[in-house]
């Protein structure tokens, strides 16, 4: 990338990394803040979904959206660290559709056993297995072509192996259904935040490092 195309770029990486993070800490804040303020559930059985009903459910539905945003920040920013002709539009489109669809599953309600089955609920199930599937195939496929980007080259095996890890963990969670159902989900939940606030953090890292290389005062804003 050279210094006339990055002073064009209108969005920096750094900007993106920036945003990203910044995105994945409000919904660790956010996520754990919530279940300090629900006492009343027991964070072990009670899924994710159930505390975007009730008390404090608009406090979470926010960071729910933050998350969408750093995801597709990240996906955008992601998508121009390997060379022009390796680059591939597979993983930003698979964050896309896993951002949007986490936006859905924040505003379509959950059905808890007392209810009869409406439209809304099947839109939250099928919109929640769409973010985790499409986010966990994004994280592979990215980490899969960050391995063409030198900046990216060692650390992308760490990257897909704890990306196929979180792939695996969707469908272990699908599959059997006798697992602790709050504890596994939040588990799944945090390994992929994690990798996401990872790498915004690494992307971070290099895009300043770039700036620095460049003799140039990193522009934060877009």
């Avoid at 896993?98 to 199930?125: C, I, K, N, W, Y």
């Avoid at 259904?177 to 953090?201: C, D, E, H, T, Y």
């Avoid at 992307?203 to 290389?213: M, N, V």
Wanted: aromatic share 10%; net charge positive; with cysteine.
């Amino acid at each position: 990338m050279d210094t006339a195309l990055m002073l064009r770029d209108p969005c920096p990486p750094l900007a993106l990394a920036l945003v990203a993070l910044a995105a994945v800490l409000c919904f660790a804040a956010t996520a754990f803040s919530v279940h300090g303020l629900r006492p009343e559930l027991a964070w072990v059985d009670a899924q994710m979904s159930v505390y975007l009903v009730g008390p404090w459910a608009g406090m979470l539905r926010a960071g729910y959206v933050a998350l969408a945003i750093g995801i597709l920040t990240l996906g955008i920013g992601l998508y121009r660290e390997p060379p022009r002709p390796r680059r591939s539009a597979a993983p930003l489109l698979m964050f896309a559709i896993a951002a949007a669809s986490l936006v859905v599953t924040a505003f379509a309600p959950m059905r808890f056993p007392d209810e009869e089955q409406r439209l809304v609920h099947l839109v939250h199930g099928t919109s929640a297995q769409a973010a985790f599937l499409c986010a966990t195939t994004g994280m592979s496929l990215q980490a899969w072509r960050l391995r063409q980007a030198p900046a990216w080259r060692r650390i992308s095996p760490v990257l897909l192996g704890w990306a196929l890890a979180c792939f695996t963990g969707v469908w272990v969670l699908a599959l059997f259904r006798n697992l602790p159902r709050g504890l596994s989900q939040k588990a799944l939940v945090a390994a992929i935040v994690l990798w996401f606030g990872f790498v915004a953090w690494r992307l971070w890292r290099e895009a300043s490092r770039r700036h620095r290389t460049m003799g140039e005062t990193p522009r934060i804003c877009c």
